[in-house]
């Protein structure tokens, strides 16, 4: 199970890097979609921490504060038998 939350994670970190955007990560309390979410969210922090790597696209403004567009990611489990 763990492996597959993992690729899960990795495929969505995939598209969001692709699209260069840091989502807002919604999901259900409990269960898979929690899981992914958490992983997610620790994913994407762990790349911003370092901007010089960071895989996302740089968006400064001309303050020098970084700025990025509002995605919405929302994370849902059904049960699969």
Same mark, same amino acid.
């Given at each position: 199970?763990?492996?597959r939350l993992?690729?899960?994670?990795?495929?969505?970190?995939?598209?969001?890097?692709?699209?260069?955007?840091?989502?807002?990560?919604?999901?259900?309390?409990?269960?898979?979609?929690?899981s992914?979410?958490?992983?997610?969210?620790?994913?994407?922090?762990?790349?911003?921490?370092?901007?010089? +790597? &960071?895989? @996302?696209?740089?968006?400064? !403004? +001309? &303050?020098? @504060?970084?700025?990025?567009? !509002?995605?919405?990611?929302?994370?849902f489990?059904?049960?699969?038998?």
């Open positions: 199970m763990s492996s993992e690729a899960i994670v990795d495929g969505l970190f995939s598209v969001l890097v692709t699209y260069g955007q840091v989502p807002v990560i919604r999901t259900p309390k409990g269960g898979a979609a929690e992914i979410g958490e992983k997610l969210d620790k994913k994407i922090r762990d790349n911003l921490r370092d901007h010089r +790597s &960071s895989l @996302f696209n740089d968006h400064s !403004s +001309s &303050s020098g @504060f970084r700025y990025f567009e !509002s995605t919405i990611v929302g994370v489990s059904t049960t699969i038998t």
